[in-house]
């Protein structure tokens, strides 16, 4: 009989767990682009747990690019279906 199945990596062919949450990469961003911006666009698709937009050290000043969490790896999945290519803020 098989070993019951330990917290950890998963091997494949195992069912994954009903719980993943998920990191997306928004890329190409207008300057301009905010959190509150993001969290508008993609929390519409599913529910966001946190939303990070890169920011020089120093300036402050938006890099271009940011990640979008999400708690279940589903949310993530229909997100990057939905949105991928698509333009925010003309970018």
Do not use: W
């Not at 949450?21 to 519409?44: K, M, Q, R, T």
């Not at 120093?58 to 708690?71: P, Q």
Request: charged share 20%.
């Amino acid at each position: 009989a098989p070993a019951p199945s330990m917290p950890g990596p998963s091997a494949g062919g195992e069912t994954p767990a009903p719980f993943h949450s998920a990191s997306l990469y928004v890329g190409d961003l207008a300057p301009d682009v905010n959190e509150s911006l993001l969290f508008e666009i993609f929390n519409a698709i599913g529910h966001v747990a946190s939303i990070r937009v890169c920011r020089d050290a120093v300036t402050r000043r938006s890099l271009g690019y940011a990640y979008v969490n999400y708690h279940q790896l589903n949310d993530a999945e229909r997100a990057l279906d939905t949105m991928n290519f698509s333009m925010i803020k003309g970018k």
